[in-house]
């Protein structure tokens, strides 16, 4: 069992930045893929980024690619998400996710992660 707890949202102007924190519990940390999933309202949950238990392999959105980084740290059960260059597009509910195994044909698909945090709220103001 898993247990994720985000924080680091909040408003922003555009252009701005934030980086979002993901905290895990549990000892085995570094056998999860770990991804970032971002909501807006009325929309369908959409991946953002992920990144391999081993913080080797890592994958963006095209949406965000460039503007986003995604990083973690094993030793402090912590996965980041650097979020820059900040549009209102972006404005949505961030969520943390964990799953067991890593592929590349799946990381980017909602359904087949196993844990999810509570989520924290990005507000982009132009």
């Known amino acids: 069992q898993v247990q994720l707890v985000e924080s680091g949202g909040g408003l922003v102007q555009v252009g701005g930045s934030l980086r979002l924190s993901c905290a895990a519990s549990?000892?085995?940390?570094?056998?999860?893929?770990m991804a970032w999933f971002r909501q807006a309202p009325g929309k369908d949950r959409e991946f953002a980024a992920a990144?391999?238990?081993?913080?080797?392999?890592?994958v963006y959105a095209d949406s965000v690619k460039g503007r986003f980084t995604i990083s973690r740290d094993n030793a402090k059960n912590t996965v980041y998400l650097q979020v820059n260059n900040l549009r209102p597009e972006d404005s949505a509910v961030y969520y943390c996710?964990?799953?067991?195994?890593?592929?590349?044909?799946?990381?980017?698909?909602?359904?087949?992660?196993?844990?999810w945090g509570q989520g924290t709220q990005v507000t982009v103001s132009s």
């Open positions: 990144i391999s238990g081993s913080g080797v392999s890592l």
């Open positions: 549990g000892r085995t940390f570094s056998k999860y893929a």
């Open positions: 996710a964990a799953k067991d195994s890593y592929s590349p044909r799946t990381i980017w698909i909602a359904t087949t992660y196993d844990y």
